[in-house]
Every structure is written in C-alpha cells, then in structure tokens.
C-alpha cells in the first residue's frame, strides 16, 4: 500500500509540473496580438498591414495555431492560419511554410512579440505585435 501511495504521489507531482507549464505557456501565448506588419520588399506586392494575430493552442504538445489576420477598411480581415512549434528555452514560435518556402520567426517577451517573415531566403516583413488583452 504504501509503495502504491508513493507512486500515485510521483504521477501527481509530475502532472501538476506538466500541466503548470502548459499553463504558463498558455498564458503567456495564447490571446490577441495587435502591431505592426511592414515590408521589405518594396517593388513585390507586399504592403504594410496593420496586424492582428489570434493565438490558440495547438493539437499537438508545444505547438500553438495562429489565425493571422490583416485590418482593412477598420475590419478584420483573413489572411491565413498557421501552426508554430513553441521553445519555451528562447521564448520563440517558429514555422516553416514548405508550401509558399516561408519561414516564420517570433520573440516573445511579456506582452511584446517581434518576428519576421523570410521568404525564399529574403527577409520580407518585420513584425512587431503588443498582445491586446495585456493593455
């Protein structure tokens, strides 16, 4: 009985850790981020965008999906999801487009996110986000 209570009490010590970091992930990424999306790549079709980004967990451990979105006209308007792969280490979400040779970059620092959209080896936006719920 006693060897059974310890090792119930090990399972339950290595969820709560398990699920705290989870949380303080969660809490840290998860939300709306609003800022600033300017390009680089003048002479390409690319524009400077007012951004907003909505950041939800992802299906898979560390992984977070973000609905990229644009404001046109004062609305919102849809640009694309994707999912990001979190290093909780170097605070950064990171994504690989394989589709459009995109590779997404973002810094996460309190309430501030910066990034940067690199495509097919040229850096094509610089992206700097405040996270809306933390105002």
Known sequence: MKIVLIMLSSVLAIAT???KNVSANDSLLIGTWKGT????????P????????????GAEPNTFHMQMNKMV???????????YNFDATKQTLSCQDHQYNTVWNFKVSNNRMEGTLTSNHQLYRIIKLTKADAQ
Request: net charge negative; with cysteine.
């Open 37 to 44: 999306s300017i390009c680089q790549v003048k002479s390409s």
């Open 73 to 83: 006209n004062g609305k919102e308007e849809e640009m694309g999801p994707l999912d």
């Open 46 to 57: 690319c524009h400077d965008e007012i951004a907003v980004y909505h950041i939800t967990r």
């Open 17 to 19: 850790h398990a699920q």
